[in-house]
């Protein structure tokens, strides 16, 4: 665990996340600054910085939870779209340095954004990770 990560807390129960599913390897939870309805986030639940730094089994489990997610956001949003991102290194955009992946569902001319600046409503990303955790198979 590194102490300094938001996302490490975040596995380790310090910080309060909405969760949306969670295996041996992955954790996927709600982003508190969603760019779109349904926003989840996958992450590894060993720290590595980025995908360079994450082993093999590592993002085969992220991959994994990132098509279960994928599917259920499809069940209960019905996107036009889905954005899958993963971003390594300040240049590319990430914000947290602790591997992980975005998946953010589009309607036809969203923009692309990548991060949002306001944050959601608790109670509304709690609703919403219900509804997806319940869509998975």
Same mark, same amino acid.
């Given at each position: ?7 490490? *807390? ?21 982003d508190t600054s969603p760019v779109s309805e349904g ?18 089994? &590592?993002?085969?489990?992220? &991959? ?13 949003? &019905? ?10 290194? &300040? ?15 589009? *309607? ?7 991060h949002a600046r306001g944050q959601a409503e608790p ?15």
């Amino acid at each position: 665990m590194n102490e300094d990560c938001i996302f490490c *807390r975040i596995r380790e129960g310090a910080l309060p996340a909405h969760k949306v599913y969670e295996d041996e390897s992955s954790l996927a939870f709600m982003d508190t600054s969603p760019v779109s309805e349904g926003h989840v986030l996958v992450i590894t639940k060993d720290h590595y910085e980025n995908i360079f730094e994450a082993t093999p089994e &590592s993002l085969a489990a992220v &991959s994994n939870t990132v098509a279960k997610i994928a599917k259920g956001i499809r069940v209960v949003f &019905s996107p036009d779209g889905l954005t899958v991102a993963q971003l390594n290194g &300040s240049a590319a955009g990430q914000t947290v340095f602790h591997y992980h992946t975005h998946l953010i569902p589009r *309607r036809d001319g969203d923009p692309m954004d990548l991060h949002a600046r306001g944050q959601a409503e608790p109670d509304k990303l709690a609703e919403i990770a219900a509804k997806i955790s319940g869509a998975l198979d």
